[in-house]
């Protein structure tokens, strides 16, 4: 690992123009490439404390060994620069998106004397025309055969185009036609070339004037008593519409544009494109990239723009360009663009109508491109041994973590606070043991205390079980809290095959009964994990691992994964563990943490909302759903029903004096809620509990 100072240019070296810096490790390989309106501001950064650095920038000024920079005239001369160098050098340090697929293009090959449509996928090829690109094949053959009605332009390979002009005998789409057969001389080159052009303006967008010529021809055609060519102009015009159909409108006014969206974690970013052209969707595609350097939304978004449109002129960048959060440089970027296609390019963030519902849209796919590849990732069994191999070399256990069990806490401001216990066996989530908590060892804010309450209570019950079972020996010392401590240590084997476990319930472990006498089945808490993981930091950690030694459980190993920086931390060490960003264990482990976090505030929700929509009437004994809603038809609301007499509430079918008394002293005993006031105004909001308890 290199000393940053030790190649660190001297004070005023640095020009302070526009230009872009390339960082070589000790082989002298780039590995990062930058730009900069103002190169010695910009590469001084790179030289501060590294305590002050981002992990990923450590890492690489870290791995360098020297630095150099090339000066340009302007801020959009240096983003073509930087593109070039990003696609000569390949850097690893910068971010590098790729394909999810190999999307398949409809292309157009204008570069020969027989322009020839067909489908085309990999890098694009100079004096081709492509449209797309499309999420299938089968989908560009469909629109395809439709058009070829009405542009019969040549499909086949070279072979069968020389095998049938070698003949004189055209294909089987010659006879029917489907193809104008150039082949054989059925059409000039020339003709040829115009009928492939109009299928490329049609494609392009332009729909509107081909339909209502073939609709002008055949009224003529129709006028003129011709009526098998009127006849054949109809079906090629609804060929047309139908082929048009497959695209649905999406944005008025014929617009040409590009549509990005990107969906983000702390180690991966999905983006997705729609391409719009003539205000209809005509192609779609999806990249993922690994975070390899410190970068946020914009700086995504400006690595999207230059892998997109770097290789592209003209129509290719559209006239705008639709995007979640602007580059840094937003200005270069937009001159880049307009250089690019030969005229002015919008570069914005849709703020209302339809391009921002459209955007809406994008964002959904790109969430769950996201997903899927998270998903695919973590199913496949080469990778989720690989990660349990990577965590229990990183935390040196003797033996990977079967099952891995994570804790959160979850609460709004001090209410409702409750935790999560989730439970990953063989890198895969258990649904099935998934627990949950609610925290009464005390009130208010402190996630420490819940989660040594959380830890204590869950291994509590273990043991309790163990010792149920027999299948630990009591010694004469007890663990405090009266649990036995073990007489041997060492890791119980995780379960072999399926384990049935009893339907998750909203109540915490402690709310239960005691289970009945041992009936064969596994109880609640039966199985220990090989690794506890906790939200959180150092003091989350502490706490896990003292409420464990306070139960006198040593075989347990305990880590932490701080979000902020994604660092694993272990009990007693002062310095965190930090995992390769390319990691699969720090993967699993994030996996594990996100999935805690979700499963707890699910919960921490549905508790809140339950309570704002409970009512006093809920405390009445034996006062069940229908007769409260009988009571809140009678009276209108509470107000009314609080203001009734035990008469007037006795007057309720179903109600008898006795449930009438004690929903009147229910009522009485809870004070009614502070009037509503209007803020605009000041005025007091009559009070009306509507029409539900």
């Not at 085309?120 to 094949?137: I, L």
Request: a negative charge.
């Amino acid at each position: 690992m290199a000393d940053p100072s030790s190649y660190r240019p001297k004070p005023g070296q640095i020009p302070d123009s526009p230009g872009v810096y390339k960082f070589r490790d000790e082989h002298r390989r780039v590995i990062y490439v930058g730009k900069a309106k103002n190169l010695r501001q910009r590469v001084a950064n790179y030289f501060q404390d590294l305590a002050n650095l981002h992990p990923r920038t450590r890492t690489m000024v870290t791995t360098a060994a020297s630095v150099e920079w090339t000066v340009v005239s302007t801020e959009v001369e240096a983003l073509q620069l930087e593109y070039s160098w990003i696609k000569e050098f390949d850097p690893r340090f910068n971010v590098k998106y790729r394909d999810d697929k190999s999307y398949p293009y409809l292309a157009v090959t204008l570069n020969e004397e027989f322009p020839r449509v067909q489908v085309m996928r990999g890098a694009k090829k100079k004096g081709v025309r492509y449209f797309g690109p499309y999420g299938h094949a089968w989908a560009i053959r469909e629109t395809v055969d439709l058009m070829l009605r009405v542009f019969p332009v040549r499909t086949c390979s070279a072979g069968v185009f020389k095998n049938a002009a070698r003949t004189g005998r055209p294909c089987l789409l010659g006879y029917i036609g489907k193809c104008s057969a150039p082949c054989v001389g059925r059409v000039t080159p020339e003709e040829h070339r115009e009928l492939a052009e109009d299928f490329c303006d049609f494609m392009a967008g332009r729909t509107g004037t081909y339909i209502r010529r073939l609709e002008k021809d055949m009224m003529q055609a129709a006028e003129e008593m011709e009526y098998e060519r009127a006849a054949r102009l109809r079906d090629d015009a609804e060929a047309l519409k139908r082929a048009m159909e497959k695209s649905a409108v999406v944005l008025a006014d014929a617009t040409d544009a590009d549509l990005i969206a990107v969906a983000e974690d702390e180690l991966e970013a999905a983006l997705q494109i729609f391409h719009v052209r003539g205000g209809r969707v005509r192609g779609q595609r999806g990249w993922v990239t690994d975070k390899v350097e410190a970068v946020d939304t914009s700086g995504l978004v400006e690595h999207a723009l230059q892998q997109l449109y770097g290789e592209e002129r003209g129509d290719a960048v559209p006239k705008e360009v639709l995007v979640p959060a602007l580059p840094e440089d937003a200005e270069a970027v937009s001159q880049w663009l307009a250089e690019r296609r030969g005229s002015q390019v919008s570069l914005r963030i849709p703020q209302r109508g339809d391009k921002k519902d459209l955007m809406v849209t994008v964002q959904r796919n790109a969430q769950q491109a996201l997903g899927l590849h998270k998903t695919k990732r973590a199913s496949d069994l080469t990778t989720r041994s690989r990660a349990l191999e990577e965590i229990a070399e990183a935390l040196g256990l003797d033996t990977a973590p079967l099952r891995i069990e994570c804790y959160d806490i979850s609460h709004l401001q001090g209410d409702d606070v409750v935790a999560s216990m989730v439970v990953f066996e063989d890198g895969l989530a258990r649904k099935s043991e998934y627990r949950r908590f609610q925290i009464k060892g005390f009130e208010g804010q402190d996630d420490v205390r819940s989660m040594h309450e959380v830890i204590g209570r869950r291994f509590k019950r273990y043991l309790q079980d163990k010792e149920r079972t027999g299948e630990w020996e009591e010694t004469p010392e007890a663990a405090p809290g009266g649990s036995p401590v073990p007489a041997a240590t060492g890791p119980v084997p995780a379960a072999t095959g399926p384990v049935p476990a009893p339907a998750l319930t909203a109540a915490s472990p402690d709310d239960e009964p005691e289970p009945r006498e041992d009936d064969g089945r596994p109880k609640r808490f039966a199985y220990p994990p090989q690794l506890v993981v906790v939200d959180g930091g150092q003091p989350q950690v502490a706490a896990a691992k003292r409420a464990l030694d306070e139960l006198g459980i040593d075989d347990i190993a305990v880590c932490g994964l701080a979000k902020r920086l994604e660092e694993v931390w272990l009990p007693d060490d002062d310095d965190p563990v930090v995992l390769p960003r390319s990691s699969e264990g720090l993967y699993l482990l994030q996996r594990v943490r996100d999935e805690a976090h979700r499963f707890a505030i699910t919960y921490q929700r549905a508790k809140r909302a339950k309570r704002v929509r409970s009512s006093p009437l809920d405390d009445v004994t034996g006062l069940g759903e229908t007769r409260k809603q009988a009571l809140i038809k009678h009276f209108g609301s509470v107000k009314k029903l609080r203001q009734a007499t035990i008469d007037e509430i006795c007057e309720v079918p179903g109600i008898g004096r006795r449930t009438a008394e004690s929903v009147a002293a229910a009522l009485a005993s809870t004070a009614p809620a502070a009037p509503a006031v209007n803020t605009a105004t000041g005025e007091i909001i009559e009070e009306d509990d509507g029409g539900s308890p």
